[in-house]
């Protein structure tokens, strides 16, 4: 190889390199710098009182929800573009596309005005003693609102490759729609099931914008993971923020390797 | 060819499941945003506040998009054409953006680029700083969409165009760049929606001054001192530039495939 | 179980793939759908399934209408081009799926698993998952599999095609045994004629949407009906309105009443069998078909200048029957 293609192979490789060290690598890094900077007994304190497990512990409470709720929406939604015949198909892609495309906290915004004092279901529920905003339904359904792309996304292209020979063979052997969804559709699509489910899940989590909107960030009631670690840093309680973002860090982390093992079970 | 006999069951639950989670909530927010009237609308998206919001969500999220473009496309290349030990780990390392969470992503920023830097660098509360959370934030967008493609990329067009006397440059320019336009297309669209919607890691690094208050960040804060009129007008039009972009850049792309490949 | 299918139609958008078709599929034999892609004989397949609802027209079995009835529900075993294997179980779970869905207990469902697998020759190979078995063992699972549940009618999608040539023919024959063993009413889709004439009892010719002919494999080949059936089943040449076999040509080293001045282009030896590539005075070309022997015999060389003259050859009137012309008798 000439030198000057040697040159530009060795100086691409470590421009895009360095740049993912400088904006990604290190910085995170520094948050386990800084988490144990106190040493390892203050870290573990500042993460486990009464506050931070209510806060993680709700945060997977929510997670946990739209997760189920967007997984089976998103299947079943995956298996109406991919296997029927209907009009408005591009309409539907947009919509599911949508959250992908607004502001957390503009979905926080649209569901106070719809579930506020004033707003269209505001009365409905609230007369009724049931409180979305300012508690765990609101939170929800910010959370479901901005994780539901995903499932959709990671099964349509997997349902188009497996093509529907297998479903009609099951058939002629007898197999009702159930059957055949569940013993020949559903193990076919399983890795892009869990690519997607996994996908919703680290959305979910980290959720910020919609649920600070939408949640009053009301300290030991309706404070997520998340919302809790920005109190601490603007209290500058910043052993407990670092600390939380490093065990939010692990769990991406983990996610990270998640999707990794997925996305290789799926390509084979 | 159909299968489901229960399709149309199917479209329904379908439907009501997206119209209580996305369309009803969307329609609430457009409806309540105009019931001042058109004037209320206007006047709340022309104050001088909102204005200088959206005006530097919008320059920002084009600056970074431009970034992008040359960062994820090296890294794209990298990623495929390179071989290097610890490949495979850099090229999980490209979804954390995507797997953590924003609040998250602001403050390991800080910890190291912020008042307490150990390097020095101090971009704290500066247009840079939100820069570098949003470049944090939208690096795998690009690199993502591209990379597939560079993997399917028949090397053949490009052993033909060196045996016809063609720089390496001229064959990226010529060859190479066009069958990636597409996928850049895609993951632009996807990162300057990402860029101009961005709250969680801004929040932190913006500290609150007027400066460095993107389109999210007056929203907020419209929300919180009660002000949900203004905060639904700049809603409504960040939203509608979000998908103004997404078309725009969808029909590009449309025309894209169907010319340059 | 005998199939009767009544004025079958059936369209895709502007495409008619089915125009009219009416087929009677006697009890216990084997059939061929044959025809060129295009032809409908894979929708015929597919409607006789009930994985098509034909837009128009009935499909009898045994006696009884299931036009209306699902795939489910109508005892036919299918067997596809691709297999279809379900790719994320064991060639076991695969033939013992349709049990399994029947709620067989398993001792029972494990007894017929290992009859079939003996019977399709898999032995041994129970516990492999598909992708570790080549095209030829996952077509004879899927046979299987689809005998498992005792269908009524065993209809196969060009079993087949997606198959090397070797193993193409070593299958044709086991299907064919396969049937003399089990006697299920057998219906098959081919567009390869070999393949028609070698392994069915009864070939349907179907060309764009409608039946050419029904009838034995001899009886198409000796009295075609129609100039499409003569050139697809077996090899034709054809002068003026005159269509005549390769092997019906023959080849004299003197003029006669009936024979006509051509020069051998080439002659080609394919083993047993020998062509002879013809250009007749008019610029023409046929070519000719005969044993290594014959050949021998008339000591044949390129550019060599015969005269030749047809045996037997059909001609086919636009209104009326094909006509069958004897010529001169052969030496």
């Known amino acids: 190889m000439a030198a000057r293609d040697r040159l530009g192979k060795y100086g691409l490789r470590y421009f895009a390199l360095g740049y993912l060290t400088m904006l990604l690598l290190i910085p995170v890094g520094m948050i386990s710098y800084r988490a144990f900077e106190h040493g390892f007994s203050a870290a573990w304190s500042s993460v486990t009182t009464p506050d931070a497990l209510h806060a993680f512990l709700l945060t997977i409470e929510i997670a946990a929800i739209a997760v189920v709720a967007n997984t089976i929406f998103g299947v079943g939604c995956a298996l109406l573009l991919v296997r029927t015949k209907f009009r408005g198909k591009a309409l539907l892609n947009a919509i599911i596309d949508l959250p992908f495309a607004i502001s957390p906290v503009v979905v926080g915004l649209a569901l106070l005005l719809l579930y506020g004092r004033t707003g269209w279901f505001g009365s409905m529920f609230l007369d009724n003693g049931v409180q979305i905003l300012f508690a765990m339904p609101g939170m929800v359904l910010a959370t479901i609102f901005i994780s539901l792309p995903f499932v959709v996304r990671e099964v349509v292209p997997v349902l188009h490759e497996i093509g529907d020979e297998q479903e009609q063979a099951a058939q002629t052997l007898g197999a009702n729609w159930w059957q055949t969804f569940w013993r020949i559709t559903l193990p076919a699509i399983r890795w892009g099931v869990g690519y997607g489910v996994v996908l919703t899940t680290a959305r979910a989590l980290g959720e910020f914008g919609a649920v600070a909107v939408v949640s009053g960030r009301i300290s030991g009631q309706t404070e997520t993971a998340p919302l809790w670690v920005w109190r601490e840093f603007g209290q500058f309680n910043t052993t407990g923020a670092y600390t939380a973002s490093l065990v939010l860090a692990l769990i991406a982390i983990a996610t990270l390797l998640a999707m990794n093992s997925f996305k290789r079970k799926e390509a084979s | 060819m159909p299968r489901l006999g229960g399709a149309p069951l199917g479209r329904g639950l379908v439907t009501a499941y997206l119209s209580v989670i996305v369309l009803i909530p969307i329609a609430a927010l457009v409806s309540k945003s105009l019931e001042g009237g058109l004037s209320g609308f206007w006047d709340s998206v022309t104050s001088p506040l909102a204005l200088s919001a959206l005006k530097l969500s919008l320059i920002l999220a084009v600056i970074v998009v431009a970034i992008n473009l040359v960062t994820g496309t090296a890294l794209a290349w990298v990623l495929v054409r390179d071989k290097f030990p610890g490949k495979a780990l850099v090229n999980s390392v490209i979804d954390l953006p995507f797997a953590l969470p924003t609040v998250v992503a602001g403050i390991t920023l800080l910890a190291l680029y912020g008042t307490n830097s150990p390097v020095g660098i101090d971009i704290a509360f500066t247009r840079v700083g939100i820069t570098v959370a949003l470049l944090f934030v939208t690096l795998p967008f690009i690199v993502r969409t591209v990379q597939p493609v560079l993997l399917e990329l028949d090397r053949e067009m490009e052993e033909a165009a060196a045996s016809l006397g063609a720089s390496p440059f001229t064959t990226f320019r010529r060859v190479i760049f066009p069958n990636l336009r597409p996928a850049l297309l895609a993951g632009t669209a996807l990162a300057f929606a990402r860029a101009i919607g961005e709250f969680g890691s801004v929040i932190l690094i913006s500290g609150n001054l007027p400066k460095t208050q993107t389109a999210p960040l007056f929203i907020f804060a419209q929300i919180e001192s009660g002000n949900t009129e203004g905060a639904g007008a700049v809603s409504v039009t960040l939203l509608v530039i979000a998908l103004l972009v997404l078309l725009v850049i969808g029909r590009l792309t449309h025309w894209s495939l169907r010319h340059g490949r | ?331």
């Open chain 3, 1 to 331: 179980m005998s199939i009767i299918v009544e004025q079958a139609r059936k369209q895709f958008g502007d495409f008619v793939a089915l125009d009219g078709v009416s087929i009677e599929v006697p009890d216990g034999s084997l059939t061929a759908l044959l025809g060129p892609s295009g032809s409908g004989k894979s929708t015929l397949l597919r409607v006789i399934a009930g994985l098509e609802k034909p837009d128009s027209g009935r499909v009898m079995i045994s006696g009884g209408d299931a036009t209306d009835v699902p795939a489910q529900k109508r005892g036919v075993g299918f067997v596809f081009q691709h297999y279809a294997a379900f790719k994320h179980m064991t060639v076991r779970n695969n033939i013992a799926f349709g049990l399994s869905i029947r709620k067989r207990p398993k001792k029972e469902i494990a007894e017929r698993v290992d009859e079939l697998i003996s019977l399709v020759h898999l032995d041994g190979f129970g516990d492999r998952y598909p992708s570790q078995l080549s095209g030829g063992q996952r077509q004879r699972m899927a046979l299987a599999r689809a005998l498992a549940v005792e269908p009524k009618v065993l209809l196969l999608d060009e079993p087949f095609g997606a198959l090397d040539a070797n193993v193409r023919k070593e299958l044709r024959l086991w299907l064919r045994r396969l049937h003399d063993d089990v006697h299920v009413t057998t219906i098959f889709v081919t567009h390869d004629q070999e393949e028609a004439m070698e392994v069915a009892g009864q070939i349907v010719v179907m060309n764009e949407g409608r039946v050419e002919q029904t009838g034995q494999p001899n009886d198409l080949y000796e009295h075609p009906q129609t100039e499409f059936v003569m050139s697809f089943i077996g090899p034709v040449n054809r002068r003026g309105a005159m269509f005549i076999r390769p092997h019906d040509i023959e080849l004299l080293h003197v003029p006669a009443p009936e024979a006509e001045e051509a020069m051998i282009e080439r002659v080609v030896n394919l083993g047993f069998e020998t062509r002879v590539e013809l250009l007749l005075a008019d610029g023409e070309q046929l070519w000719a078909q005969m044993t290594r022997a014959e050949a021998d015999l008339l000591e044949l060389v390129d550019g060599q200048i015969v005269y030749v003259r047809p045996r037997r050859a059909k001609v086919f009137e636009p209104n009326g029957d094909p006509r069958t012309e004897e010529l001169a008798s052969a030496a």
